[in-house]
């Protein structure tokens, strides 16, 4: 059975911020950074963590919240918890994001628990978004992108992206059309280390399976299958 803990972490510019931690049942293991969604640090995220912990993997989830209010973790199942999800995503500031994201991808390599330092990033929503982001802007050892949303408008980053990178889509995804995901593949048409998938019948959030009106089974199946398949071959245990 995985064990949890809660690191803290120290941004870059100053002030600390929390990381839930999943440790595999091994004690040890590469690592991997967990970026949230718009609705924080919660159930479905931590859940993640886990599912990789039990894949042999250290995941830390860090609070890129706190900024504006620290330990944010909305329930999708309340019946306000979009409304109050988009507010916070409203005033966050990427940049920093991204940063504090950075500094948890430093924090997390530095464990003791994580096998020679190596760690990568992985993200849903706008999670898949803020991975990328640190993918280009640091040196993450693989990165996995979930319908990140924010990728379409960020493609001026593309080339600065050194490590693997793997992209997660859904062909029913109204927040990301077709067009815009195409963009994506274009401007990595460059890049041997892509891999890029678009899941048939899958709207945005499609792994939630804590949001029901989003969660798609086969598409979440298929694509986490993948995305253990990417793991072995560019962060290996």
Request: charged letters at 20%.
């Amino acid at each position: 059975m995985n064990t949890n803990r809660t690191e803290q972490v120290r941004a870059h510019d100053g002030g600390r911020f929390l990381g839930h931690v999943a440790l595999p049942d091994g004690g040890s293991g590469p690592g991997l950074v967990v970026i949230q969604e718009i609705f924080g640090v919660n159930g479905y995220i931590k859940g993640v963590c886990g599912r990789l912990a039990k894949l042999g993997y250290v995941a830390m989830a860090p609070d890129l919240y706190w900024r504006l209010s620290p330990g944010v973790a909305i329930d999708e199942k309340d019946s306000d918890g979009l409304q109050r999800a988009f507010g916070y995503v409203g005033q966050l500031d990427f940049a920093k994001a991204a940063d504090d994201a950075t500094a948890a991808l430093e924090h997390l390599r530095g464990l003791p628990e994580v096998a020679s330092g190596k760690a990568g990033i992985l993200g849903f929503c706008l999670g898949g978004g803020i991975a990328y982001m640190v993918a280009a802007l640091s040196d993450p050892v693989t990165c996995i992108s979930y319908y990140g949303s924010a990728v379409p408008d960020a493609l001026g980053l593309a080339r600065q992206v050194r490590c693997p990178i793997l992209f997660h889509f859904g062909d029913a995804d109204d927040y990301i059309p077709a067009k815009k995901q195409e963009a994506v593949r274009e401007a990595f048409a460059h890049h041997a280390g892509t891999e890029f998938h678009v899941h048939e019948g899958a709207g945005h959030a499609f792994d939630n399976h804590n949001a029901a009106k989003m969660y798609q089974e086969r598409a979440a199946r298929k694509a986490w299958i993948q995305t253990i398949e990417f793991l072995k071959r560019t962060l290996p245990l």
